[in-house]
């Protein structure tokens, strides 16, 4: 699965190197010290966008297994045929079988 947070480092720190870099030229710097200090820019925003980004992921994980209590996924629900013949609703096997004909699915 992609993780979405990997995203936001490199995010923040092209923004941070394209803003560093119309700033400088704007303010008339020479084109090489504009560079390098866009590049000086763009490595301390990719530090700030990893702290982001495992801020982001705790808060997710937490919001997650907090709403995960609050609404719980209800057992899933199958027909079982009792010796009887009614048929009537029982949870189905955590094993992942059937509970009709016992075969693996």
């Not at 008339?28 to 495992?54: K, Q």
Request: charged letters at 15%; aromatic letters at 4%.
């Amino acid at each position: 699965m992609i993780d979405p947070y990997r995203t936001i480092p490199p995010l923040v720190a092209l923004t941070g190197f394209a803003i560093s870099v119309v700033a400088g030229l704007a303010a008339g710097n020479p084109g090489t010290s504009v560079l390098w200090r866009a590049l000086l820019a763009m490595i301390a925003c990719l530090v700030v966008g990893e702290l982001i980004a495992m801020v982001l992921r705790a808060i997710a994980k937490q919001e997650g297994k907090a709403y995960a209590t609050r609404k719980p996924i209800p057992p899933l629900m199958s027909l079982v045929t009792t010796p009887g013949g009614e048929v009537v609703e029982a949870p189905a096997q955590a094993t992942g079988t059937n509970v009709n004909n016992k075969k693996k699915l």
